[in-house]
């Protein structure tokens, strides 16, 4: 089909999008994006349909199409106001330009002069390798190109290293010129032996000769210039006659070149030119004695010079300050930014959010565009595209094109340079003089001069103002290492190991200490290398370098290995301090692998201790965890507290407090109540650690509803524990505990205030996982005040967000949150904001999941199974359900699957269960939108007929939802109540609830509460 729009036409066939007869270059799926909204642009897309439709079986957050419109904005160049696609804020988008329909191929203007053939079209050079990043070097370029179409002539120099992208920039305005209408006059500088330092000049005079036959008198000038600058002897490379003293005869020659060039220019009206000399050595001194009688009459002539140097060492920067002309502009091209890497990643992989790939890519190339396009165009021929964020781990490959580039860079080097920068490859990226001259063959000035043939080759850089050295690029750095033998790499890194050894004056030096240390292995001694690598390892952990602390803590494992006695002791002590450092830095995966084999080898040694220490790192103080099982957590708290010895009693009462909320201790309340007791009891006054623990684990042992007093106090005591350190990692885990806690009981004002502590402290510590579980929490307000339109912005925010952390759950806990949003809407309802296609049940939530999943087949088209479910759940009257954090959660999910099957089976039995509760929130751990227990009590009364009673328990809820703040739950149970009256015959009852039904209906239309209002408009027409 083909679709004709404004100024546009969209072929679906081709899969082209044309402005007239030209390609919009534009993104596959942002192409789909188009076509699907211009199919039904009918009605209102919604965002979630377009997550279905177009990234089909691929697992994307809903950024992905706020992302694909911005970038087809752009493609059809226009705002969001001006745009056609106009969207329909919280809900999705609608196309609303006129469009034309036909069914026949699209035939381009020029199809007349294409030969016929099966040949598929050229690829858009763009899509296979973009131009980006250079906004800010183009817009003096093509500002340069309009004063020459306006016969004032401009002149600039592109200069930056090799593969900066200097010639790609030069082809853009020199494409930009020919687009409109410029003669063009292209140079290539020349390396070839025996070719003429006019070489490049020659070439431009034969492009000028070619456009003059309509001018006889110019064009015999040409030719006359031409024989003056051809060489006049073979071999010979200088312009004009052989003797070198010459020197008038040549300016002569080079005045005379300057003055027809500008004549030249002249000759054609309303037009103008381009002069292009790429890869110019800054070496031609001729070239640049023409530049600069050019420049002094060029801005009056239509004639646009450019010329792109062909390197930017720092002799050729000396040089150039004496030969570059004042009129001529400079522009130093620099790498790419981490931004436009990404860009140019997301343009060529069509990856929605290559942000992994574009940190390798980034730190191995360092924004260097020659050796990103090769990494980049290997990897793809390497892996599939929509693998290649997953499949790179370890070292990124080079290809053989980025080796012959670098290669290229070092051939020229002496020897003693090659010797002096292989010795500067091992101490590191970057180094001072003093540093290198512990290890290089060379010393003093002798060194200092090789250094500085290194800066002038373009292989180093130095910052005067530190006397610091680093690689021009670490490509260069990597390669010169990769050349080193094993032997004289491990001597070298010896002996830089050994200059730094007692200099060690911060953390930066202690690290490439143990690095150096360890690469010197087996030649150094491995216990400097352990001793070393364990100290780093602490001074990252202290600083909060997680990443790096597990990587130092491997080394020191890796240490270890070198030693000749092996002690279990000290192996399990590395094993648990790389284990705790991968788990700080999210790696759970690995954290498991090396505590798994401390709970080995602790097993086998009897080291109590150590099995402890293995416990605490697999079974972190989190509530989430508390139902969840864990074989290798529970095995070494149980190993630890039979091998720990009696008067361990500190570490006795972390154990027991560790175990009491593992399952299957934490799920029966007696025992994980004697655990706790037990583990409190055991604990000093003064033993700060190991009481708060205790204490931890009393107050989750009270997560049955019914200890909810007791939670209370020890809860209170809790916060007192911690006052005396009020910014630290347990008073952050004790508010959180605190907001959990009061919520529950309805206390929202204490709730409140503990969460804004919570916030604070963890941000000042800069705990990343509770800052996230503070803003989801918070984020909750926005539910509680139905602020849909802020949740969904949010949500997708903090799902994504979560997934970076690598936060446990985070997946089930925005589901959940989901799920409640979308019932404001409809009940049931599709899902209006999109996390994933893949959001499966959680395993370790049997019940609650049961719960959820029948509730959610009840309001379906399958009652029957929904039946059968609620009847294995309710085989014991609901009495044998696990009293744990989400009982009662549970428990309001299957009196609302009871309520949608109006069936009476079972109701009783779970209304006993509630009735207990009836003062309590049913907090589910995700987004606590339950509400009061009362209203699920009141919905079983209704349902089992007892009006009264249903009606004392819906107004129990009413205020303590009004208390909660909770306005959709609010709004729900004055429904309910408003259903009851309209249920009796009593005429000023139902008076009364048809009053409520239309201010109810009111602020729901406020609240955009659609499902209530929708529900108050049904009952208003069903008793009128």
Excluded at 17 to 22: A, P, Q, S, V
Excluded at 130 to 156: D, H, K
Excluded at 337 to 357: F, G, N, W
Excluded at 369 to 397: A, K
Aim: aromatic share 6%; with cysteine.
């Amino acid at each position: 089909m083909i679709y004709r729009f404004d100024t546009f036409l969209l072929d679906t066939r081709t899969l082209e999008l044309r402005e007239g007869d030209t390609l919009v270059p534009i993104q596959r799926k942002v192409f789909d994006v188009l076509a699907y909204l211009v199919a039904h642009r009918d009605r209102v897309v919604w965002k979630d349909e377009l997550l279905q439709e177009v990234w089909r079986n691929e697992t994307v957050v809903e950024s992905a199409v706020h992302r694909a419109v911005s970038l087809l904005r752009r493609s059809l160049r226009q705002s969001e106001k001006s745009s056609p696609l106009e969207t329909i804020y919280g809900r999705g988008y609608r196309f609303r330009a006129q469009v034309t329909e036909q069914e026949e191929p699209h035939e381009p203007a020029s199809s007349a002069t294409q030969p016929t053939g099966t040949h598929a079209p050229l690829a858009d050079p763009e899509a296979v390798d973009p131009f980006v990043g250079r906004t800010e070097v183009l817009r003096p370029l093509l500002q340069g190109l309009r004063q020459a179409s306006r016969s004032e002539g401009a002149m600039f120099l592109l200069m930056g290293e090799a593969g900066i992208g200097k010639t790609r920039t030069a082809e853009r305005v020199w494409r930009e010129a020919e687009r409109h209408g410029a003669r063009l006059w292209k140079a290539q500088g020349s390396d070839i032996s025996g070719a003429p330092a006019a070489w490049p000049w020659i070439q431009i005079l034969r492009s000028c000769l070619a456009e003059l036959s309509d001018h006889p008198e110019l064009l015999e000038r040409g030719h006359q210039l031409a024989a003056a600058l051809a060489p006049q002897r073979p071999g010979a490379t200088e312009i004009g006659p052989p003797d070198k003293l010459a020197a008038t005869a040549k300016f002569r020659l080079f005045d005379q070149l300057s003055s027809f060039l500008l004549d030249a220019c002249c000759v054609v009206p309303h037009s103008f030119h381009v002069l292009w000399i790429d890869d110019l050595s800054p070496e031609n001194l001729d070239s640049f004695h023409i530049l600069n009688l050019l420049g002094t009459a060029v801005y009056r002539v239509p004639l646009f010079v450019m010329v792109a140097l062909k390197s930017d060492a720092k002799t050729a920067r000396r040089l150039l300050l004496d030969r570059v002309p004042d009129t001529m502009h400079r522009i130093l091209l620099p790498p790419l930014s981490k931004a436009e890497v990404s860009e140019y990643i997301s343009r060529v992989t069509e990856l929605e959010d290559p942000a992994l790939l574009t940190e390798r890519i980034f730190d191995k190339t360092e924004g260097s565009p020659v050796f990103m396009r090769e990494l980049l165009r290997h990897l793809i021929t390497t892996y599939e595209r929509e693998h290649l964020s997953e499949e790179l781990v370890g070292e990124l490959p080079l290809p053989a094109a980025v080796h012959e580039l670098v290669d290229r860079h070092l051939q020229d080097m002496d020897a003693e340079l090659a010797a002096v920068l292989e010795a500067a490859a091992v101490v590191g990226k970057e180094f001072r003089m003093p540093a290198l001259e512990r290890c290089a063959p060379l010393a003093g000035s002798e060194l200092l001069a090789a250094l500085d043939r290194g800066v002038n080759a373009g292989l180093l850089r130095l910052d005067p103002s530190t006397r610091t050295y680093r690689f021009a690029h670490g490509i260069f750095r990597d390669a010169l290492y990769r050349s080193l033998d094993t032997e004289r790499a491990a001597q070298l890194h010896l002996r830089v190991a050994e200059s730094l050894e007692g200099h060690v004056a911060d953390t930066a030096e202690l690290c490439s200490l143990a690095y150096h240390y360890l690469r010197a292995l087996p030649t150094a001694n491995a216990r400097k290398a352990l001793r070393y690598a364990v100290e780093a390892t602490g001074a990252m952990l202290r600083m909060g370098a997680f990443s790096d602390a597990a990587r130092y803590s491997r080394w020191a494992l890796e240490a270890q290995d070198y030693l000749d006695t092996l002690d279990p002791g000290r192996r399990c002590e590395l094993l648990g301090l790389a284990a705790a450092s991968e788990h700080a830095a999210g790696n759970a995966a690995a954290a498991r692998e090396l505590a798994g084999v401390l709970v080995e080898l602790g097993s086998r040694y009897q080291l109590g201790v150590h099995l402890a220490r293995a416990g605490y790192i697999l079974r972190p103080v989190a509530i989430a965890h508390m139902t969840e099982p864990d074989p290798l957590a529970r095995r070494a708290l149980e190993l630890a507290r039979d091998t720990l010895p009696k008067d361990e009693h500190s570490r006795r009462s972390r154990v027991l407090s560790r175990l009491s909320w593992i399952p299957p201790y934490s799920q029966d309340r007696d025992l994980r109540l004697s655990l706790s007791e037990e583990a409190a009891s055991l604990t000093k006054p003064n033993s700060k650690v190991s009481r708060f623990d205790a204490l931890i684990a009393k107050q989750l042992a009270c997560s049955a509803p019914r200890d909810s007093q007791r939670a209370r106090e020890t809860t209170l005591e809790l916060l007192a524990e911690v006052q005396p350190t009020p910014v630290s990692v347990q008073a952050v885990k004790a508010h959180l505990l605190s907001v959990h806690t009061f919520l529950r009981l309805g206390e929202t004002d204490v709730a409140a205030r503990d969460l804004r502590q919570l916030g604070s402290v963890a941000r000042e510590l800069h705990l990343d996982a509770l800052i996230w579980t503070h803003d989801r929490l918070d984020l909750q307000a926005c539910f509680y005040e139905a602020d849909v339109e802020r949740l969904e912005q949010g949500i997708p925010e903090l799902y994504t967000r979560g997934q970076e952390l690598k936060i446990r759950f985070a997946s089930h806990f925005m589901r959940v949150l989901v799920s409640a949003v979308d019932r404001l809407h409809s009940d049931p309802a599709p899902r209006s904001i999109s996390l994933s296609p893949d959001l499966r049940p959680i395993s370790h939530r049997p019940i609650i999941e049961q719960a959820r999943c029948a509730r959610e087949i009840a309001e379906g088209p399958h009652p029957a199974a929904a039946k059968a479910h609620l009847a294995r759940l309710a085989r014991s009257k609901f009495q044998d359900l696990p009293e744990d954090g989400v009982l009662l959660a549970t428990l309001a999910e299957l009196a609302l699957t009871i309520v949608s099957l109006r069936t009476t089976e079972h109701a009783q039995d779970l209304l006993d269960q509630l009735a207990a509760y009836r003062d309590l929130v049913a907090i589910d751990e995700a987004s606590l939108s339950l509400g009061s227990v009362a209203y699920y009590a009141g919905l079983l009364r209704g349902l089992l007929r007892d009006t009264r009673g249903a009606f004392e328990d819906l107004e129990v809820a009413l205020e303590a939802n009004r208390r909660l703040g909770h306005l959709p739950q609010e709004a729900r149970t004055r429904l309910e109540i408003a259903r009851l009256r309209m249920q009796s015959s009593d005429p000023q009852s139902r008076t009364e609830a048809a009053r409520l039904l239309e201010q109810l209906q009111l602020d729901a239309r406020r609240m955009r509460l659609t499902s209530i209002e929708k529900q108050a408009e049904q009952l208003v027409e069903a008793y009128r």
